[in-house]
């Protein structure tokens, strides 16, 4: 069983920037893709982010050019940087990973989830 622990979600103002962080623990792990989804208040579940190494990311629309992905060197920590945030941004973000990748980027584990605020 994996777990999937995130870190560095709260409240920030427009234009602010925010980091978060999650680390994967559980016996034989061999994850092939970890990344982000969010849940906005009364949204479906999106998908946010995607990395299987530093060649190989791949961002929403809504994000791209200012949220960045990245994967430590031993594979099992996330991160997401995210930049110039605005008001939309708000909701909870979950850290998800997949054993193996799939090209709808559906996953295998997923977090808690972090609360991201920006305010307006």
């Known amino acids: 069983q994996v777990q999937l622990v995130e870190s560095g979600g709260g409240l920030v103002q427009d234009g602010g920037s925010l980091r978060l962080s999650c680390t994967a623990s559980g016996s034989a792990l061999s994850l092939s893709v970890m990344g982000w989804y969010r849940q906005a208040p009364g949204k479906q579940r999106e998908w946010v982010a995607v990395t299987r190494d530093a060649r190989n990311t791949n961002y929403a629309d809504s994000v791209r050019g200012r949220f960045t992905i990245s994967r430590d060197n031993a594979g099992n920590t996330v991160y997401l940087q995210m930049t110039n945030l605005k008001p939309e941004d708000t909701a909870v973000y979950y850290c998800?990973?997949?054993?193996?990748?799939?090209?709808?980027?559906?996953?295998?584990?997923w977090g808690k989830g972090t609360l991201v605020t920006v305010s307006s």
């Open positions: 998800t990973a997949a054993d193996r990748f799939r090209v709808d980027y559906s996953m295998d584990y």
